[in-house]
Nanobody
Framework: QVQLVESGGGLGQAGGSLRLSCAASGRTLSGYGMGWFRQAPGKEREFVASISWSGGITRYADSVKGRFTISRSNAKNTVYLQMNGLKTEDTAVYYC????????????????WGQGTQVTVSS
């Protein structure tokens, strides 16, 4: 079983940066694609970014493309989301997810989820 714990959330300013981390435990992430999703108040959870096991393939939602960067350290069993150029509409709870062989954009493609970390962007 894979346990995921997000960290790095908090309060950011519009135009600023935050970096989220997702640490995995329980087993190695070997073969697992990783994703970041987010859920804003009153909205459904949405895809943000994903990365393949090797790190060679990444995908981004149009709303964050060019501003957010997903990366991973398999040696540290950790995935990161570097968020630059923050906007108030980035305010949400951010979730890390793991899916074996997946770099998909839908929730059903990921079997393991973290508890989420709050990101609040002020203007």
């Amino acid at each position: 079983q894979v346990q995921l714990v997000e960290s790095g959330g908090g309060l950011g300013q519009a135009g600023g940066s935050l970096r989220l981390s997702c640490a995995a435990s329980g087993r190695t992430l070997s073969g697992y694609g990783m994703g970041w999703f987010r859920q804003a108040p009153g909205k459904e959870r949405e895809f943000v970014a994903s990365i393949s096991w090797s790190g060679g393939i990444t995908r981004y939602a149009d709303s964050v493309k060019g501003r957010f960067t997903i990366s991973r350290s398999n040696a540290k069993n950790t995935v990161y989301l570097q968020m630059n150029g923050l906007k108030t509409e980035d305010t949400a709870v951010y979730y890390c997810a793991a899916g074996y062989g997946s770099i998909g954009t839908t929730e059903s493609q990921y079997a393991h989820w973290g508890q989420g970390t709050q990101v609040t962007v002020s203007s």
